[in-house]
């Protein structure tokens, strides 16, 4: 912090070595790796670095070298001004904006709980307008992931990881370029350090001109009421013994003048306050912007898939990601299936399915305990995690063991391994709140994966016991509530798990069943045929299978199928006068069974497609009998 009257130097860094090139090299390494954040206002080292890579300083240039009035002769013509990675400071800037943002949803989501019913009005994106060097700049941000941000301008959105390493220092990748970054905010005013490079960002205020850094107002020359053009001088400061004009970006009317001259201001203070002339400060914060976003990268085919597995993942615990992520992961996991091992896509999303269910059980609208007697079960998961919202103490709030266990498990999934109030806890457990609002949308996503479970061969080993656990833990955690889902988990459990064991106990059955109807029509004058038959109708397995098997075989002769499904199926109805015979050499039953009290006529046969023409031999044998 520095006071109102602090003197023009703060600090000096003096570099010295065996030759000049040595000495500036030490001085850029010195001034690169000085951090410097001062309260309300920004150094120059931006300046002083770009002062370092002028010949006119460095003496590379014997014909031309740096007089007293250089650096104004170089600063009138554009000269001096350090605005490398603009855009990054822009983006950085737009984070800060989305994460204050977050910073309010998350106290008022508090507030509420306090009163008993906790609420929160999300938004998803956060928009702002920011400006730079008089340029007006209007982005959006979302997270959609712990340190994943998607910052976008024009349509044109890039992918952003931002690492904090303390309240001043990160580090910045964007669309996989990684940077150096100090930011400091003040106010409305974002004081941003790129790689060495400061910038100073203010959101948009509606006009409100703030004084850069602790001055003295010498004169305000304009009223309440003047109309301004660009470039007009509106006030005048006087700061490090300098004096400083703001003018005016646009052209405007003087809605208020808030300084007067004499005052000492404190830096960001507000000095004016403009309204724009009918529709010319909105062009003038449209115009073309000379900085733009970077390029989207390229990814492979596995990073894709990886990538589109986070974005999934950040959905399923509460984060702002897209309503395409769930299609674009399914395309990428398409692209890479031939190439990444299966195992690996089941396990990654096996992961996914274990956080789901973590975090849909905490929404449970039934009774948690239901090992316990039905008249002691009251109280549900989704009360219990309302309640915790009210204190963040689980021993003010008395909640069960069997919840806080739930609980404890659902936060670890955002690296939160303790239930002491931190910001941290504040931060995962709004996003879990999201997560309940959001269960329609998550099931989408945990259903969209499971059907192509469903159309892909069985795991085994260790990766099969993995699956089958989470299949569980996904039917038992949805419960009523998302009856689809369920039916998919168990679909996918039964053709994975269960039918393979009950095919390998019918396998025997239908081989005795062949065995059986094979030895019948081998000789259908035996004396126990009736007992055979008999035999065969008792069976509770679905037999139809039998005869399908015998004429994919392309089996003639007698057919003592044709009877046993007769009676199987009709036998209930009072199926009498059974008779099996040949109409030439096609095996033929016929038989009565009562329908609606009426006597009811069939005729069970053998035959092709083909013949199932109006005039076909099928037509003809129903008429003949």
Same mark, same amino acid.
């Given at each position: 912090?520095?006071?109102?009257? !602090?003197?023009?130097?703060?600090?000096?860094?003096?570099?010295?070595?065996?030759?000049?090139?040595?000495?500036?090299?030490?001085?850029?390494?010195?001034?690169?790796?000085?951090?410097?954040?001062?309260?309300?206002?920004?150094?120059?080292?931006?300046?002083?670095?770009?002062?370092?890579?002028?010949?006119?300083?460095?003496?590379?240039?014997?014909?031309?070298?740096?007089?007293?009035?250089?650096?104004?002769?170089?600063?009138?013509?554009?000269?001096?001004?350090?605005?490398?990675?603009?855009?990054?400071?822009?983006?950085?800037?737009?984070?800060?904006?989305?994460?204050?943002?977050?910073?309010?949803?998350?106290?008022?989501?508090?507030?509420?709980?306090?009163?008993?019913?906790?609420?929160?009005?999300?938004?998803?994106?956060?928009?702002?307008?920011?400006?730079?060097?008089?340029?007006?700049?209007?982005?959006?941000?979302?997270?959609?992931?712990?340190?994943? &941000?998607?910052?976008?301008?024009?349509?044109?959105?890039?992918?952003?990881?931002?690492?904090?390493?303390?309240?001043?220092?990160?580090?910045?990748?964007?669309?996989?370029?990684?940077?150096?970054?100090?930011?400091?905010?003040?106010?409305?005013?974002? !004081?941003?350090?790129?790689?060495?490079?400061?910038?100073?960002?203010?959101?948009?205020?509606?006009?409100?001109?703030?004084?850069?850094?602790?001055?003295?107002?010498?004169?305000?020359?304009?009223?309440?009421?003047?109309?301004?053009?660009?470039?007009?001088?509106?006030?005048?400061?006087?700061?490090?013994?300098?004096?400083?004009?703001?003018?005016?970006?646009?052209?405007?009317?003087?809605?208020?003048?808030?300084?007067?001259?004499?005052?000492?201001?404190?830096?960001?203070?507000?000095?004016?306050?403009?309204?724009?002339?009918?529709?010319?400060?909105?062009?003038?914060?449209?115009?073309?912007?000379?900085?733009?976003?970077?390029?989207?990268?390229?990814?492979?085919?596995?990073?894709?898939?990886?990538?589109?597995?986070?974005?999934?993942?950040?959905?399923?615990?509460?984060?702002?990601?897209?309503?395409?992520?769930?299609?674009?992961?399914?395309?990428?996991?398409?692209?890479?299936?031939?190439?990444?091992?299966?195992?690996?896509?089941?396990?990654?999303?096996?992961?996914?399915?274990?956080?789901?269910?973590?975090?849909?059980?905490?929404?449970?609208?039934?009774?948690?305990?239901?090992?316990?007697?039905?008249?002691?079960?009251?109280?549900?998961?989704?009360?219990?995690?309302?309640? &915790?919202?009210?204190? &963040?103490?689980?021993?003010?709030?008395?909640?069960?063991?069997?919840?806080?266990?739930?609980?404890?498990?659902?936060?670890?999934?955002?690296?939160?391994?303790?239930?002491?109030?931190?910001?941290?806890?504040?931060?995962?457990?709004?996003?879990?709140?999201?997560?309940?609002?959001?269960?329609?949308?998550?099931?989408?996503?945990?259903?969209?994966?499971?059907?192509?479970?469903?159309?892909?061969?069985?795991?085994?080993?260790?990766?099969?016991?993995?699956?089958?656990?989470?299949?569980?833990?996904?039917?038992?955690?949805?419960?009523?509530?998302?009856?689809?889902?369920?039916?998919?988990?168990?679909?996918?459990?039964?053709?994975? &798990?269960?039918?393979?064991?009950?095919?390998?106990?019918?396998?025997?059955?239908?081989?005795?069943?062949?065995?059986?109807?094979?030895?019948?029509?081998?000789?259908?004058?035996?004396?126990?045929?009736?007992?055979?038959?008999?035999?065969?109708?008792?069976?509770?397995?679905?037999?139809?299978?039998?005869?399908?098997?015998?004429?994919?075989?392309?089996?003639?002769?007698?057919?003592?199928?044709?009877?046993?499904?007769?009676?199987?199926?009709?036998?209930?109805?009072?199926?009498?006068?059974?008779?099996?015979? !040949?109409?030439?050499?096609?095996?033929?039953?016929?038989?009565?069974?009562?329908?609606?009290?009426?006597?009811?006529?069939?005729?069970?046969?053998?035959?092709?497609?083909?013949?199932?023409?109006?005039?076909?031999?099928?037509?003809?044998?129903?008429?003949?009998?």
């Amino acid at each position: 912090e520095i006071p109102a009257d !602090f003197d023009s130097m703060i600090a000096k860094i003096i570099a010295y070595g065996r030759t000049r090139d040595e000495a500036l090299a030490r001085l850029r390494r010195a001034l690169s790796d000085t951090t410097v954040v001062i309260e309300g206002g920004a150094s120059n080292k931006s300046f002083l670095l770009a002062l370092l890579d002028r010949p006119e300083v460095t003496g590379h240039n014997a014909q031309r070298w740096a007089d007293t009035a250089w650096i104004d002769r170089t600063r009138d013509t554009g000269g001096l001004v350090a605005d490398q990675h603009a855009e990054i400071a822009l983006i950085a800037a737009a984070i800060e904006a989305c994460e204050e943002q977050e910073r309010t949803e998350i106290a008022h989501l508090i507030e509420t709980a306090r009163g008993g019913r906790p609420l929160t009005a999300h938004k998803p994106v956060t928009q702002c307008e920011l400006k730079l060097r008089g340029t007006v700049y209007k982005l959006t941000c979302a997270r959609i992931g712990e340190h994943t &941000f998607r910052v976008g301008m024009h349509d044109h959105h890039v992918r952003v990881q931002l690492d904090r390493l303390d309240d001043a220092r990160a580090r910045i990748a964007v669309e996989g370029q990684r940077h150096k970054l100090v930011v400091a905010t003040h106010g409305p005013v974002h !004081f941003v350090e790129v790689d060495g490079v400061a910038h100073r960002i203010s959101r948009d205020e509606g006009g409100v001109l703030r004084a850069p850094a602790p001055a003295l107002v010498v004169a305000t020359p304009v009223a309440a009421g003047d109309e301004v053009q660009p470039g007009q001088p509106l006030v005048v400061l006087e700061s490090m013994k300098m004096e400083t004009v703001i003018p005016a970006t646009f052209p405007a009317r003087v809605k208020e003048v808030v300084a007067s001259a004499g005052t000492q201001v404190d830096g960001l203070a507000p000095l004016i306050k403009l309204e724009p002339l009918g529709e010319a400060g909105e062009e003038q914060a449209n115009d073309d912007t000379p900085v733009a976003l970077p390029a989207q990268r390229v990814l492979p085919p596995t990073e894709q898939w990886q990538q589109a597995l986070d974005d999934l993942r950040a959905a399923v615990l509460g984060y702002d990601t897209d309503a395409d992520a769930l299609a674009r992961y399914l395309a990428a996991r398409d692209a890479v299936c031939t190439e990444t091992p299966a195992g690996d896509i089941l396990r990654a999303e096996c992961a996914l399915f274990e956080a789901f269910a973590s975090l849909a059980v905490l929404g449970r609208n039934r009774p948690a305990d239901e090992h316990i007697n039905q008249e002691l079960r009251i109280h549900s998961d989704r009360e219990y995690l309302h309640t &915790f919202l009210t204190t &963040f103490d689980v021993e003010r709030a008395s909640l069960p063991a069997t919840f806080v266990a739930r609980l404890t498990a659902a936060l670890a999934h955002y690296g939160v391994d303790t239930l002491t109030h931190t910001p941290a806890l504040e931060r995962a457990i709004f996003r879990v709140f999201l997560t309940q609002q959001r269960g329609a949308q998550l099931v989408k996503v945990i259903v969209g994966i499971l059907e192509r479970w469903l159309q892909e061969p069985a795991p085994d080993g260790a990766l099969a016991q993995q699956a089958r656990e989470q299949l569980e833990r996904v039917k038992l955690a949805t419960q009523l509530r998302h009856a689809t889902l369920g039916d998919l988990a168990r679909s996918v459990r039964f053709r994975w &798990f269960d039918q393979p064991l009950v095919d390998a106990e019918r396998a025997p059955i239908w081989q005795e069943m062949l065995d059986d109807v094979a030895a019948l029509a081998a000789n259908p004058d035996a004396p126990d045929y009736a007992e055979g038959i008999a035999k065969l109708v008792a069976v509770p397995e679905k037999n139809d299978v039998t005869l399908a098997a015998r004429l994919a075989a392309g089996v003639t002769g007698p057919e003592p199928m044709l009877e046993v499904l007769a009676r199987k199926h009709y036998g209930s109805a009072g199926l009498r006068d059974v008779r099996a015979f !040949f109409a030439g050499t096609r095996p033929v039953v016929t038989g009565t069974y009562e329908l609606h009290a009426e006597p009811t006529h069939l005729i069970s046969t053998v035959g092709a497609l083909t013949e199932l023409q109006e005039q076909g031999a099928l037509a003809q044998l129903i008429s003949e009998h």
